[in-house]
C-alpha cells in the first residue's frame, strides 16, 4: 500500500498528488512513469509520469487529468487513503546531459513531465529557459516549480488572462531566431505544438 500525503487540484480537471513510494523515489529518473492500479483485484492499470521525488522523504509526486474511471476515482480519494499497487520506475529515462543552453516548452498538462526534465537539465548545469503555457490563467499548472528552475521563465495564455498573449510557440520561435541559439529544446505539449517546434528548431 502507498499512502497518499498530500493532494491538491490545481486547476478544473488536474491534480497533483505526493504518494508514498520509498523505493520509486530512490530509483527513478527523469522522463520515468509508474503503472497505477486502485486496488488489488481487476481494477484498471493507468501509467502517469512521475512528476517530482523526493529519496530523502520517500515519496514521488503524480499530476493527472481526470478524464477516465480511474483518474476519477483517484481524484477522489484523500489524505490517508492507500493506493493498492505502484509499479515503477518504468520507461527509457530521459537524457540529461551539460549542452549549454536548454529551453523546456510545455503546454496545459504536458507541463507535468516536462518538470522533472528541465529540474534535471538545471541540476546538470544547463543554463535553462522555461516557457510554459495554457488556454487561460486557471489551466496553468506548476508555475512556482518552473520558475523555481529557470534562469528565465516566460508563461503565455491564449486569451491574454495571464502572462504574454501567445502560444507558446511564440516566444520559442524568438528564442531560436536570437543569436545564439538554444542548444537544446524539449517541448511537450500536443501534435500541433510538437510539430512546430520541431520545424522551428531545425537547424
Same mark, same amino acid.
Given at each position: 500500500?502507498?499512502?497518499? *500525503?498530500? @493532494? &491538491?487540484?490545481?486547476? %478544473?480537471?488536474?491534480?497533483?498528488?505526493? #504518494? =508514498? !513510494?520509498?523505493?520509486?523515489?530512490? =530509483?527513478r529518473?527523469?522522463?520515468?512513469?509508474?503503472?497505477?492500479?486502485l486496488?488489488?483485484?481487476?481494477? =484498471?492499470? /493507468?501509467?502517469?509520469t512521475?512528476?517530482?521525488?523526493?529519496? &530523502? %522523504?520517500g515519496?514521488i509526486? *503524480?499530476?493527472?487529468?481526470a478524464v477516465g474511471? +480511474?483518474?476519477? $476515482?483517484?481524484?477522489?480519494?484523500?489524505?490517508?487513503?492507500?493506493? !493498492?499497487?505502484? $509499479?515503477?520506475p518504468?520507461?527509457?529515462?530521459?537524457?540529461?546531459e551539460?549542452?549549454? @543552453?536548454?529551453?523546456c #516548452?510545455?503546454?496545459? /498538462?504536458?507541463? !507535468?513531465?516536462?518538470?522533472?526534465?528541465?529540474?534535471?537539465?538545471?541540476?546538470?548545469?544547463?543554463?535553462?529557459?522555461?516557457?510554459?503555457?495554457?488556454?487561460?490563467?486557471?489551466?496553468?499548472? *506548476?508555475?512556482d516549480?518552473?520558475?523555481? /528552475?529557470? &534562469?528565465a521563465f516566460?508563461?503565455? +495564455?491564449?486569451?491574454?488572462?495571464y502572462?504574454?498573449?501567445?502560444?507558446?510557440?511564440?516566444p520559442?520561435?524568438? *528564442?531560436? %531566431?536570437?543569436?545564439?541559439?538554444?542548444?537544446?529544446?524539449? !517541448?511537450?505539449?500536443?501534435?500541433?505544438?510538437?510539430?512546430?517546434?520541431?520545424e +522551428? +528548431?531545425?537547424?
Amino acid at each position: 500500500m502507498h499512502h497518499i *500525503l498530500e @493532494r &491538491d487540484k490545481l486547476s %478544473e480537471s488536474v491534480f497533483k498528488v505526493r #504518494v =508514498e !513510494a520509498p523505493h520509486i523515489a530512490s =530509483e527513478r529518473k527523469p522522463g520515468q512513469f509508474v503503472i497505477l492500479q486502485l486496488d488489488t483485484d481487476f481494477g =484498471e492499470r /493507468i501509467p502517469l509520469t512521475i512528476a517530482d521525488a523526493n529519496a &530523502d %522523504e520517500g515519496w514521488i509526486m *503524480l499530476i493527472f487529468q481526470a478524464v477516465g474511471k +480511474t483518474t476519477h $476515482l483517484l481524484a477522489e480519494m484523500q489524505v490517508g487513503d492507500s493506493i !493498492a499497487n505502484l $509499479l515503477g520506475p518504468l520507461g527509457q529515462p530521459t537524457h540529461i546531459e551539460n549542452v549549454g @543552453r536548454v529551453v523546456c #516548452v510545455g503546454g496545459g /498538462i504536458g507541463v !507535468a513531465p516536462l518538470h522533472p526534465i528541465a529540474k534535471g537539465m538545471k541540476a546538470a548545469g544547463n543554463e535553462v529557459i522555461t516557457i510554459i503555457g495554457a488556454r487561460s490563467k486557471e489551466l496553468i499548472i *506548476l508555475e512556482d516549480e518552473m520558475k523555481a /528552475i529557470a &534562469d528565465a521563465f516566460i508563461c503565455c +495564455t491564449d486569451d491574454g488572462s495571464y502572462g504574454r498573449k501567445a502560444l507558446v510557440t511564440e516566444p520559442l520561435k524568438e *528564442l531560436c %531566431e536570437a543569436d545564439p541559439r538554444p542548444n537544446l529544446v524539449v !517541448a511537450i505539449g500536443p501534435p500541433i505544438m510538437m510539430k512546430f517546434c520541431a520545424e +522551428t +528548431t531545425r537547424p
